[in-house]
């Protein structure tokens, strides 16, 4: 666990990269504020297309395999991402978005790794560490965009494409983490007894075996309620991402305020995962999500209908709390709902949606946010949260009425 925590410090770092400078990137390449979303949406499509295809590869060789194709691509693709800047090519931009998102993407199987290795009452306190590794590596984005903007003018190069060339040399160490693993976490996760003693694997259901079918989860309530609220969480988020980079742009902030502003929003998604991972195992997985992504309405409604730096930050801040919780509750709900074996296309199944959701929600926002400004954009951010609220009132109306 300490291994991914330490991958997960050093990789998560260029993540930031895509959210805080990809709609500035596009702008400055087609000068169009409404294709700002652009490059959001590719992060989204490209988790649309690999989360379940990274699954079944992970479900049939094992982890770590699944997880370093995904770092292999994420480097390649920010070295292409980087140059796009120096080319002036939105081509080469949208190539090399693809490929980074793609690959972090697909390194995302640490968080299936961290669920095979503790019991079913204890997963959403395993996404937590995880996701803890993403907070020692949170003054390294800063301190990279700060060296970077430094040395763009010391020799005359866009700030823009630097950040993305120093990208491998975070990534190369989280490489060396993964290969020190052993065994591989889904062989743990197939032998809890021999590392938890007294554990007992719960008994399978009578009868055939069932093969896993993504159709299946949309069935089970509980588990389509977590997939709707994972992915409006993750469809606020994109939004506020979006609009955070050109707000604080557009009021004269450097880049370097951007990504510091990046950073916090950065802590509000990882710093509190354990202690949220561990309420949610406590008291209930649902208990946790629900108010996540209430939290997560306030931060947007901050971000959009603000301007100074500090309330806007508060906002992301906000918004990456909510996401924190309903995300670590609504996986920790799939991930104890599945075996081993299946866990890792399950948990696919639920990234695509978001995927799907956050690449949607990223095209729109740009139009939106020419035709109607800022508070449009805040409205929309707000309606994309909503349906899993909808959807748990009905469920409590629903008893009353019997």
């Known amino acids: 666990m300490a291994l991914f925590a330490l991958c997960q410090t050093f990789t998560g770092a260029g993540m930031q990269f895509a959210y805080g400078f990809g709609p ?168 809890l007894g021999d590392y938890y003693p007294g554990y007992v694997a719960p008994e399978r259901k009578p009868g055939p075996a069932v093969a896993f079918a993504w159709r299946d989860m949309l069935r089970q309530p509980r588990i389509r309620a977590a997939i709707v609220a994972n992915g409006a969480g993750q469809g606020n988020m994109t939004v506020v991402m979006v609009l955070t980079s050109l707000v604080l742009h557009h009021h004269g902030h450097s880049l370097t305020e951007i990504a510091a502003s990046h950073m916090f929003h950065t802590i509000g998604m990882f710093a509190f995962t354990v202690p949220l991972g561990r309420l949610a195992d406590r008291i209930g997985h649902e208990k946790v999500m629900y108010p996540g992504v209430i939290t997560s309405l306030v931060g947007a409604a901050l971000v959009a209908f603000t301007s100074g730096w500090l309330l806007v930050t508060i906002g992301t801040f906000l918004v990456g709390l909510g996401w924190a919780g309903g995300n670590v509750a609504a996986t920790a709900l799939i991930a104890e709902s599945y075996e081993t074996h299946e866990r890792g296309r399950a948990i696919g199944v639920n990234e695509s949606i978001a995927g799907g959701i956050n690449m949607a929600a990223a095209l729109i926002t740009g139009p939106v946010m020419a035709a109607g400004g800022l508070p449009a954009t805040g409205v929309f951010a707000i309606l994309i949260a909503l349906p899993p609220l909808f959807m748990l009132a009905a469920q409590m109306i629903r008893p009353a009425t019997r």
């Open 24 to 191: 500035l990137m596009v702008v400055q390449l087609t000068g169009s504020a409404a294709l700002a979303g652009m490059s959001i949406a590719l992060i989204g499509l490209s988790r649309f297309l690999i989360a379940y295809p990274i699954g079944e590869i992970a479900d049939k060789w094992g982890r770590k395999p699944g997880i370093m194709l995904g770092l292999v691509l994420a480097m390649i693709g920010a070295l292409i991402t980087g140059s796009s800047m120096y080319f002036g090519s939105v081509g080469v931009l949208i190539t090399g978005m693809l490929v980074f998102s793609m690959g972090m993407n697909a390194a995302q199987q640490l968080r299936v790794a961290a669920t095979d290795m503790f019991p079913p009452h204890r997963r959403a306190e395993a996404l937590g560490y995880v996701a803890m590794g993403s907070l020692i590596g949170l003054v390294l984005s800063p301190l990279i965009v700060n060296v970077s903007e430094r040395l763009a003018v010391l020799y005359s190069q866009d700030p823009l494409g630097l950040p993305w060339l120093m990208v491998p040399v975070l990534i190369i160490p989280g490489m060396f983490m993964v290969l020190m693993v052993r065994p591989d976490p889904k062989e743990i996760g197939m032998n």
